[in-house]
């Protein structure tokens, strides 16, 4: 864990280039290990997805606790199943949500044996909460928690961000054919607006096509603290 006490500063709102686009969809169950399947499945429909910067991919998630701190676990069999009000998010520049949308809306997404129906979408801007978290971020097989916090620290930095406080969460494994990446869940608090909005625009270290470094609100850090 970081922590270092607050100061004061100057809070300014900006806004944003970049957005969640959120879609309805039709699907009933997916593996728990999509994020490949699913990054691939968009790739060959948003054929510059992987290679535009500012986009990334929420990874699908059923009934959660910890307030999304904590990834339900799957069945035995590895299958998710989703509710009515489970939604597909790309975190996309405002430049590439119409032709997404035009896309997407209307299409399958295939995912082996499992599809997707993509329907209507809506835009989401970015919160303008100060408290932030990510399920994914990359760190190293092997890497002690103070030596990812570290990282973070300076990837942080990298991007202009003074952090205040991190936590670092659960360990992680996402499963690809030919390798597993290995990350952390990392809360990241007391933003200013300005960072708050930096950090959710820039994401934070590699892997934002499948999920990794996608930072989302976090409404409650009492409630992290005690995972």
């Known amino acids: 864990m970081f922590w270092q006490d607050k100061e004061e500063e100057q809070k300014v709102v900006t806004a944003s280039d970049v957005v969640d686009v959120v879609f309805h969809i039709d699907c009933k169950m997916l593996p728990a290990e999509h994020a490949y ?15 535009e910067p500012l986009a990334g991919l ?4 059923g009934a959660e606790s910890g307030n999304g701190w904590v990834r339900p676990e799957s069945t035995a069999e590895g299958i998710l199943y989703l509710s009515k009000r489970t939604r597909l998010v790309l975190r996309l520049p405002l430049s590439r949500v119409a032709e997404a949308k035009l896309l997407l809306i209307d299409h399958v997404l295939t995912l082996g044996e499992f599809s997707i129906m993509v329907k209507q979408a809506k835009i989401r801007p970015l919160s303008k909460l100060t408290t932030l978290f990510s399920r994914y971020v990359i760190d190293v097989s092997g890497e002690s928690e103070h030596d990812f916090l570290s990282r973070a620290h300076q990837q942080l930095l990298d991007l202009g961000i003074q952090p205040k406080k991190l936590m670092a ?10 390798k597993i990446l290995h990350a952390r869940s990392l809360m990241v608090a007391e933003l200013s607006d300005v960072e708050t909005i930096l950090l959710q625009r820039s994401g934070l270290g590699l892997g934002r096509n499948v999920g990794c470094g996608i930072f989302i609100p976090q409404k409650d850090i009492k409630e992290v603290s005690a995972v």
């Open 37 to 51: 399947l699913l990054s691939r499945s968009i790739q060959s429909v948003l054929q510059w997805f992987d290679h």
């Open 58 to 61: 929420h990874l699908i998630h």
């Open 169 to 178: 969460g659960r360990m992680n494994q996402l499963v690809f054919p030919d």
